[in-house]
């Protein structure tokens, strides 16, 4: 693809989203005019008044999850640029792959023996 | 009637776009119920279909369907739903024709069966044409902006709000445990009821809150939330640990036998110096150990082993408790008595540690200046991060970002470890719970830390105004409780025989048993609908609500039924969740795994920096530690953040002078008689109550203990006990019925025992068949003057109903209703102390509260 065709790719997504975002607008005007109502800002606790903000510490023990987040996260991050790839280098990157896998699910195999799965 | 939408249509004139985005929204009606879809159902004679949906959140909802008249209470609650709910909406009031502080009604309807087929088109009529209007007003009732305002205030003090002195957990950051420096390995020391000068925040120091011992170690000082504020103002009574009467350990044995670098090395030679960085050395020589006459026989290689026992890295084994550390016949008496001490607050001078030979008396505490107590050598584990020392100018760790200080005053987990506890309220009108029903709870991040059923907001408040006429009390019941209304119109009438009626017969007749049964299977089946909608499963809930109103409108289908009920118990995982583990015996032995990791490292830095005195050199390996397995006699470290709190020591001699170690008079020390090895077992059990507690509690909604005596119904039958008033009807006698039970006591056995009911009523009607026949022809004849007591007891679906009344001059003049709600509204706490949040739910749904029962 021409550089120039793709600068007017960009150019057309840049003008539909900022078209979209023009409708949103459009369509937020044409609902009238909004009113203060006092209760609108509490967020719905099924009939209670709940303005304490969530926003609490949490516990420590959730730290296990934390760091199967990243290690499942980080395996995403690579698995992209690998997808790319996939087809030229055929089975190999297949094999690779799994091996990269295999550690990571020795890891969570672990995690599952030490009990880390389980609610704390 | 008028119909202006005045607070709930948009602001603006109706133009081509908003007509079609009216109409498009009147077709699409969202229904928020209130108090909930479970009251709504049984005014309605099929499900829903298709011409509207129910919502679970005012947010997406466009009307607010009101059912029935309720108290001012629950019609504030309904005023918050209607003010959070977006413009344009439309409010529906079904039988009150007001609800104060809510607006005029948009719609106004009967309440009355399938009331929603004439609501429905009124609503669409009032959204398609009155969406927008010129003038609405913003919807601010005076009572819903002065909840707003004082909520919002509270927002603004919630971190002082912090409960102080929970019942089971320690309190926080100060931590009596580590004695390690000393060896004293204070078991059973109760620190509590410290008089220390500087307790401003310690409001509910509850001496009963000290922690002895999570739930898998044994004695574990979980002094947290001392805010010590060593000053200088302290008195010297020092340690008064006087009952300490760990009498029948046989000899002190300390069985160093693998503590190769057990490097004490407690002699003078610990030259003070700077003591920056490195509490090795002190400032003086504090604690001169080297004169110490621990004179324990049987230690070849230690020579002052009494310091540094630090206890109890083997959290586990608990069976292999002291086979190390033998505090035999220690008596602790941290005397204090500070002879020669000026200032030194930590005088450890006459500390008869009983143990034989092994006296303290040595210790040569006399030097101890203002910074006397170095802690370094004497370190009793203060964990002084975050506490205000009153050092001027040392600032002792409360600094930015400061662990220990943000959660200093934080209320603890059964871990020990401080948490935000977030107060969390379920209903009046959570599509999950029996609508009308508040539960408030304290979250403890996903456990419930306490729970209770809201007995502040009962049902439509009826009971305030008995009428006078007698004859009335069967419509008035029958009003009462929309859940049951045949069997409380049943009661009335019962109870009315049983005072009126001249034979005294108020046995039920046949044919009243078949109405009782047939409302039993409907509301169980209703009860269904909703325990299936907080277990999320949306197809057991939409099954339970078919069948429902089948059975509502008499075309029940006792073999599609009984399929449903066949397929409900084969449920895959369903029977696991509802009564299996949900914390497994390898969950707590990972806890203790745990506690006894991080117990490990802190133990190691109390090597590295708190033995400034003792000097512990930094041994390759832990074992030195080791005294084995003292689980008893656990200290439990691991909630404690002392790596931090040392680096705030480092170099600071910490003046404590004045130590209030002391007055610890109410130290319930002498609780702590530990008369051999099985005491520690027993004493352990003792202390951990929440251990216990948990393991009692792993099961779903299992009540812990005895099940109390009032509880009835389905309920107590679940629990194997034969409760049920209908044993003692004629009519079910000589149908030889006996009552459905169960032996799990948990919600798994509540489900069972509530489907067998339905199957068991639904056979008992078909046994009656034809011979029910109408209904009885007994008048009562209400005489219009007398007096006298009238009784009636009947078993509604939730358990047994007991109605006594008092007539007087052919007047109502007393009327008291026993409900099965209120005793298993007490259930509550119980069945979701330390569960997962959605196991609370499901065990609080299992118990089936009727709000409608409860009355204040």
Known sequence: ?120 | METTMRYGARKGKMNFFRRWMAKSASRELCLFPVPGPDILRIYQSGPLNGEARLTANPREANVLLIIGDMNPDMAEQAAIVYAQMPRPRVLVLAGPKHLDPLPHPDVHVALEKDFLQTALPAVRECLSSLAWIDEPEPYQPEALVNEIEEAGKQQGHMHHHHHHGHGDHGHGDHDHSQHSGHGHSHEGHDHSAHSHADHGEHEGHDPSAHQHGNAEEGHNHDHGNHDHGHLSGHKKEGHDHSAHTHSAHEGHDHSHEDHKNHGHSHSGEAEAGESKGCHRASDKPGHDHGTHDHDHPQHTKHQLEGHSHSHGQQSGEKKDSHSGHDHGAHHHDHGHEQEGHELSGHQHGEHSHGHEGHSHEEHDHSQHEEHGHEHGGHDHGHNHGGHDHGHGGHDHGSGFMSMIAMTKDLPRSTDGLPMEWSDVQFGPFHPGMPGGLRLSMKLDGDTVAEAEADQELPSRNLLASIPEDPAALPEYLEAINPMAPVTYRLLAQKAQLNFFDEAGNSALTLYEAVLLEKERITSHLNWLAVFATALGSGWMRDQAIKHYHRFQNGIGNMEQLSGFIRRIKKMPYLKLKLSAAVHNPGGTEKHSEEAAGTHKDHHHEHNADSHSGHCHEESGEQKPHDHGGHEGHEHDHGAHGHGEEHDHHEGHGHSHEGHQHGEHDHHSHEMHQHTGHETHDHHEHVHHDHASKDEKNKVTGAVPGQLPDDITGPVARAAGIEKDHRLEEAVYQQAGWTPVTAAGNNAWSRLMVRLDEIEQSLRFIEKAGNDSGKESSRKINIPSVGMGNGIAHIESPRGIVTLKFHIHEGKLAHMHLTTPSVALAGLVKPVTEQQELADALIAVNSLDISPWEINP
């Open chain 1, 1 to 120: 693809m021409a550089p120039l065709t793709q600068y007017l790719l960009l150019l057309g997504m840049g003008i539909t989203t900022a078209g979209l975002v023009w409708m949103l607008y459009l369509i937020k005007q044409s609902l009238g005019q909004t009113l203060d109502e006092p209760g609108k800002d509490i967020p719905a606790e099924s009939g209670n008044l709940a303005p304490k903000p969530a926003w609490l510490r949490y516990h420590v023990h959730y730290y296990g999850y934390a760091l199967l987040f990243l290690a499942f996260d980080m395996e995403m991050a690579y698995m992209y640029p690998w997808a790319v790839v996939y087809r030229e280098v055929g089975i190999l990157a297949l094999l690779d792959m799994g091996v990269f896998l295999m550690i990571l699910f020795l890891g969570l195999i672990y995690t599952w023996t030490q009990l880390g799965l389980k609610r704390q």
